[in-house]
């Protein structure tokens, strides 16, 4: 099993797939040629797994940052006897700039060193194991370096290092001196699918550059926030598009599976699938810290396949496969132990055929961030758009399973209630550009239904506040978007009860808040999730708490990463991080809680 820490991870992304980079050099978690296919290297889930290690041989310590703007990654060993300086990408399509990141990208894993001062002895270790480390692939070395062939997926390793070969593992010793460089290239190629590729050490060195100058175009032409913790939102935004599908436009909700929500607990799942339940949150994340073409493109995706499930009369699915797979069947990995004995392992995900009514409510939410695309979809995308807010008014009063996907006994849950009113709210605002003004008198009645239902049934007497589902006097983060969706004004005595019952009842002693303490039938604890401590500073920007918001909104941002990269929860009573890495939904927070707070903050200025 992995003992490293995630935080330790560095992430690698050329937006079809992504490499964890350990901060001792070694990639312990790579898959090609999709964020979803079997990994390569896997050790972070099991030692046997497969990796690729990089390293001096000796004592050593180690800084790390990423390129200027971009996810080139730069390690930097310094040892007794010199320096040594390790950089780490994956390539992006030659040539493309700007928009254009993650067109042409070629499946490949760049690793150049290069000795900066006095010389350093290198170890470099390749043990790779497709299909989750079930294969023992076959090494031969050939002209231009390494062949490696396992299954359906064939590796080739572009190298000027003679290697040792000892059954499926390749290892070398090399020593540097100043001025030196020695390139490597890990290229992926599935079956049938060309020849095997070897670059040169020039082009090795060359496609480095060039992924260097994709990615920093990219940001140049997209970040343009400034405001209040700029560094961090810049990260953030950077992190989004480096867990978007770009044949697609999909958006991963983070890069791996099963990196637990406890150390050595059973709540592992496979986050590397597209959430509709993210959707709203995501746009409003991309406004700010990206660009909208990339905003309107993930949504262009979410329509497009969410759209086939409506006109075929069923209900809207909640999450799809980045290429707008359906079917995501969950299965159990056996052979794998787990990061720290964190098992199942699991692949797939058994909560694509739940059913949540907030996924209405998200997809009419992000057309109405978005409204200069609506004029040009096509009139099929409009009408299920408009089905949409009308499935939302007619099964409002249903239950389901939350937004938290409880895998117990459907129940009315807050959250779902006010998602469906946020559906037809915006289905009225953008009933025009839908072409349905015959439709609005019906969601208008189901508007206020709904309104009417969770004044009388979502606030509890006893907890002073607005609770988890209906009847219940549980507290959960997901109250706090009663006033983030502009259901309640921010300032609403109902709300503001509902942000102090959090505050005092749903945090860790640091101030970190809990997705909820209910029972939710699954065994095991888990940690404080960030996202929902991003939720409460951006309420509290909202309701013109701006003080309190800076102090949650730090509290959370503190547990980024070195390099600006955040998980999905903080473990209970200590400090580390848990849960799948880098995590979009804890970025989205962050960057939708420093525009709110920015926000607040300049209508303050403004009024005084």
């Known amino acids: 099993m992995s003992n490293e820490p995630i935080a330790d991870y560095a992430l690698l992304s050329d937006c079809r797939s992504a490499a964890l980079v350990s901060a001792a050099g070694s990639v312990d978690w790579l898959c090609f040629p999709r964020f979803d296919s079997p990994s390569v290297f896997g050790r972070i889930l099991g030692h ?70 006095g010389s350093v002895e290198v170890d470099i270790v390749l043990s790779a194991r497709p299909d989750y480390g079930l294969s023992r692939p076959r090494l031969h070395a050939v002209d231009g370096g390494l062949m490696i062939g396992a299954g359906t997926v064939t590796l080739s390793l572009s190298t000027a290092v003679a290697f040792r070969l000892s059954q499926d593992t390749a290892q070398a010793r090399v020593t540097l001196r100043a001025g030196d460089f020695l390139g490597f290239a890990l290229h992926a190629r599935t079956r049938g699918d060309g020849d095997p590729v070897f670059w040169s050490q020039a082009e090795i060195a060359r496609r480095l550059e060039d992924t260097k100058e994709c990615w920093a175009s990219w940001s140049g032409l997209h970040q343009n926030y400034r405001g209040p913790w700029q560094e961090l939102v810049d990260a953030s935004g950077r992190v989004l598009q480096a867990l978007s599908y770009y044949p697609t436009g999909a958006i991963v909700a983070a890069a791996t599976t099963s990196l637990p929500e406890v150390a050595g607990g059973t709540r592992n799942w496979d986050y590397r699938y597209t959430w509709i339940r993210d959707a709203s949150m995501t746009l409003q994340a991309l406004w700010v810290a990206a660009c909208p073409d990339e905003a309107g493109k993930f ?34 990995l056996d052979h794998l132990p787990g990061w720290r004995a964190s098992a199942p392992v699991r692949v797939g995900n058994g909560a694509w055929n739940q059913r949540q009514l907030d996924v209405y409510g998200e997809l009419l939410d992000a057309a109405a961030r978005l409204p200069e695309y609506l004029a040009d979809l096509a009139p099929e995308t409009r009408r299920f758009l408009a089905d949409a807010a009308d499935a939302a008014a007619s099964r409002w009063r249903s239950a389901d399973h939350g937004i938290w996907e409880v895998r117990g006994e459907p129940r009315h849950y807050l959250h779902s209630k006010l998602m469906c009113w946020v559906a037809v709210d915006r289905a009225v605002g953008l009933a025009g550009l839908l072409q349905a003004a015959d439709r609005v008198p019906r969601w208008e009645a189901a508007r206020a239904e709904i309104a009417a239902s969770i004044r009388a049934e979502g606030w509890n007497e006893t907890a002073n506040a607005y609770t988890q589902a209906y009847g219940s006097e549980d507290l959960d983060a997901s109250a706090l978007l009663l006033s983030i969706a502009g259901f309640l004004p ?92 880098p995590q979009a939904f804890s970025h989205i927070g962050l960057v939708n809680a420093a525009w709110a707070i920015s926000e607040a903050e300049r209508r303050g200025r403004e009024g005084a």
């Open 48 to 117: 046997d797994a497969g990796f690729w290690s990089v390293r001096p041989a000796g004592d050593y310590r180690a800084t790390r940052r990423y390129v200027g703007p971009t996810l080139v990654l730069e390690t930097t060993y310094t040892t007794p006897e010199g320096s040594l300086s390790v950089t780490d990408a994956l390539a992006t399509g030659d040539g493309r700039r700007g928009h254009d990141l993650g067109a042409d990208s070629p499946g490949t894993l760049l690793r150049q060193l290069s000795c900066t001062r």
């Open 299 to 332: 949504f262009q995706f979410l329509a497009t396949v969410a759209a086939r499930q409506l006109a075929d009369g069923e209900e809207l699915q909640i999450m799809f496969g980045i290429g707008g797979e359906r079917e995501l069947p969950e299965r159990e």
């Open 490 to 581: 921010a300032d609403d005595p109902g709300v503001l009860a509902t942000l102090e019952a959090i505050e005092d009842r749903l945090t860790d002693p640091r101030g970190l808040v809990y997705r909820y303490l209910a029972d939710d039938g699954i065994p095991g604890e888990e940690g404080t999730f960030l996202l929902c401590t991003f939720w409460l500073a951006h309420a509290l920007a909202l309701a013109g708490r701006t003080e309190r918001a800076r102090a949650v909104f730090e509290r959370a941002a503190g547990f980024a990463t070195d390099l600006g990269l955040m998980a999905e929860e903080v473990a209970p009573g200590g400090g580390e991080l848990l849960g799948n890495f």
